[in-house]
């Protein structure tokens, strides 16, 4: 049984360029959420989604937007890129939809802002 | 607001040695409670998850508890193993459909 996939695993973009980011969850698999994980701030929330809906959003900045398509899998993107953009991007997906079930996390997508 | 601590930021302790991570949330209403492992670079894997009714977990060699009253949540591993080196998150949910919190996470090393 396939993980959670993400692409890509390593990208390098300048400032003020923008990013997408995608996440193919394991099948079955429903609810897919988003992470960002820096050195200072550790691992934070960004957003859920579930059946294309999304139903819940971290304090981070309009830049930062997703989606979901009916086969589950999930984008997301970063527009005008900072510094501070730079970490790894982690997605999860979970079996019931209910994003506080068990959660299976991808590799995760390691951006770097120059 | 919930927040989620965890001490000790590292630990090194020799190959077999019994050790114990810690885990301390300030909202004791939670929905459940989540230990991952992460290896330098790479993402996150589940080890155990307690539901907010269940005192504990077990899973081969480690044993998570859970204690909602007093905000904390120890991680025990038994006779650890080089392999067991890596950072420990633990992560609380307050409510169903809710955000995950994690913490800071606990650095292992296990000195063979």
């Known amino acids: 049984k396939a993980g959670v996939t993400q692409t890509p695993r390593y990208l390098i973009k300048t400032r003020g360029q923008q990013v997408t980011l995608s996440c193919s969850p394991i099948?079955?698999?429903?609810?897919v959420s988003w992470y960002q994980q820096t050195p200072g701030q550790g691992l934070q929330f960004l957003f859920e989604?579930?059946?294309?809906?999304?139903?819940n959003k971290g304090n981070f900045p309009g830049r930062f937007s997703g989606r979901q398509f009916s086969n589950s899998r999930s984008e997301m993107n970063v527009s005008t890129l900072e510094l501070g953009d730079s970490a790894l991007y982690l997605c999860?997906?979970?079996?019931?939809?209910?994003?506080?079930?068990?959660?299976?996390f991808g590799e995760g997508s390691r951006l770097t802002v120059l | 607001k919930q927040e989620v601590t965890q001490i000790p930021a590292a630990l090194s302790v020799p190959e077999g040695e019994n050790l114990v991570l810690n885990c301390s949330f300030t909202?004791?209403?939670?929905?459940?409670l989540q230990w991952f492992r992460q290896d330098p670079g790479k993402g996150l894997t589940s080890l155990l998850l307690?539901?907010?009714?269940?005192r504990e977990q077990t899973s081969g060699r480690l044993n998570a508890s859970l204690d909602k009253s007093s905000g904390r949540s120890t991680l025990y591993i038994a006779a650890s193993q080089p392999g067991d080196s890596a950072t420990y998150l633990c992560?609380?949910?307050?409510?169903?459909?809710?955000?995950?919190?994690f913490g800071p996470g606990t650095s292992l090393s296990v000195i063979p």
């Open positions: 999860a997906s979970s079996l019931t939809g209910d994003p506080t079930g068990e959660l299976f």
């Open positions: 099948s079955g698999h429903r609810s």
């Open positions: 989604y579930f059946s294309e809906t999304q139903r």
């Open positions: 909202d004791s209403a939670i929905y459940n």
């Open positions: 307690i539901q907010s009714s269940q």
């Open positions: 992560a609380v949910s307050e409510t169903s459909y809710d955000k995950v919190i």
